[in-house]
């Protein structure tokens, strides 16, 4: 992958492209940030950039067998490193080295550790770096490069090493290997040894923005503009998170306008009974379908709001959702909307922070319901 492929982060790769060109690249290095931000886009555009001979422009020339190599996660000289399961039965990450490579180009080297674990087994799987993983390690550096000078070994996950993977790697951090350079992508540095994480540098990856997000959405994932724009808005910054979210609406498993309008149906007569249905169905939908429902709610309750002020002309509604709101407008006015907006604000927060759905939804559900019955004064 070369930096120009890199989704987002410029200023990060300008930055890391000029360690290079100066030499001054640490031999550990700590790649922080969600698996969804891009960071191991960061960490392979780099070791491109790192081995390829014939770089020039800031950019590796993608066509030497280094470059080529690279980008099938093939370089004699590139070792990977992760999370594996059952690691009595199949000592280290060589072993799922074609899964691995699989996984990182089938998702332009975006996903997450349980994606990660579904490629490589069914079922709720907890991977671990074993101590023989240490061991292979060493024993690949002891040999001289094959292709240039450098060597890299990229440990993906390293909070997920053994204690006595963990350990070993420590002693191989405390004595730097000469042209070696160690990669570590984590999500979580405060669960790595302090001792580690001491001999690291460390490159902070952020979100990635909204119209990047989006411009991917369009170009890779093949969605819709209007769409794109609205998931990459909701992804905050997440290549994973937008994906899952382009997909649900894809299959149909949360139709937000359905889900909006039985709510507000209920609210109006009353039918208490029928909004705890209601939020066990909401609840057994993911976590990033439940923040678009939200998210959507609350574009409509505003789009009404307009529509009882008067402000139709400002409307982007259409379609269904206009004329539902439309009818809808005269019970969401100045007596209420504040209200209605801070219950809602309120479950966005509560799902973000990992609240029982079929809780928030419940309260959100009856909140709602008393505050549209409410009348106008
Ligand atoms: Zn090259």
Known sequence: MKFGEVIGHKQLLDNLRSNVDKGRVSHAQLIVGECGWGTMQVALAYVQYIHCPHRSGGEACGVCPSCVQIAQLAHPDVHFAFPIINPTKTPTSDSFIAEWRECVLRNDAIFDEHQWYDTIEVGNSQGIIPQKEADNIIRKLSFKAFAGENKTVVIWLPERMHTSAANALLKILE????????????????????????????????????????????????AAPDKAAAAARIADGSVVALRNILAEEESGSTDNFELFTRLMRLSFSNRHLEIFDWAEQLASAGREAQKHF????????????????????????????????????????????????????????????????????????????????????
């Open 294 to 377: 939200l998210d959507y709610s609350l574009g409509l309750i505003r789009e009404s709001y307009m529509l009882t002020a008067g402000l139709e002309n400002i409307s982007h509604l259409w379609g269904a959702e206009r004329e539902f709101c439309l009818k809808f407008a005269p019970y969401v006015g100045n007596h209420n909307v504040e209200a209605i907006v801070a219950e809602m604000e309120r479950a966005v927060r509560d799902i973000g922070q990992n609240g029982n759905p079929k809780m928030v939804f419940t309260h959100l559900g009856l909140a709602l319901s008393k505050l549209i019955a409410q009348r106008a004064r």
């Open 175 to 222: 004595e730097p290997w000469d042209k070696t350079l160690f990669l570590l992508i984590s999500e979580h540095p405060e669960e790595l040894l302090t001792t580690i994480t001491s001999r690291t540098q460390t490159i902070n990856v952020g979100r990635i923005g909204p119209e990047e997000l989006a411009h991917y959405a369009v170009t890779k994932l093949g």
